[in-house]
């Protein structure tokens, strides 16, 4: 069973800065690609940055300039920095991976169980 662990939320001010972390654990053998999704109230979830295990990056226009994802390979980890926050990056924010439990099998999303990230004076 794999279980996505995620910190970092929490209130911050206008143009401040956050860090999410998700640590990836359990049976998993390899990713494919990790990310972050968010999901704003009364929206559907959208992608905010993913990565894959090759180092490829990819961001939504919204937050291109301002966010940066990265990982960690040997723990499996991947994070979200988050600079220059506006209100609008209010959201419950997700990681995703993209993974294999083993060799054979096949890639399985797997999410986190999301944490809130409040951008509010």
């Known amino acids: 069973q794999v279980q996505l662990v995620e910190s970092g939320g929490g209130l911050v001010q206008p143009g401040g800065s956050l860090r999410l972390s998700c640590a990836a654990s359990?049976?998993?053998?390899?990713?494919?690609?990790m990310g972050w999704y968010r999901q704003l109230p009364g929206k559907q979830r959208e992608l905010v940055a993913t990565?894959?295990?090759?180092?490829?990056?990819n961001y939504a226009d919204s937050v291109k300039g301002r966010f940066t994802i990265s990982r960690d390979s040997a723990e499996n980890t991947v994070y979200l920095q988050m600079n220059s926050l506006k209100p609008e990056d209010t959201a419950v924010y997700y990681c995703?991976?993209?993974?294999?439990?083993?060799?054979?099998?096949?890639?399985?999303?797997?999410w986190g169980q999301g944490t809130q990230v409040t951008v509010s004076s």
């Open positions: 995703n991976v993209v993974g294999k439990v083993a060799r054979w099998a096949l890639d399985r999303n797997y």
């Open positions: 359990g049976t998993i053998f390899s990713f494919s690609a």
């Open positions: 990565t894959t295990s090759g180092g490829s990056k």
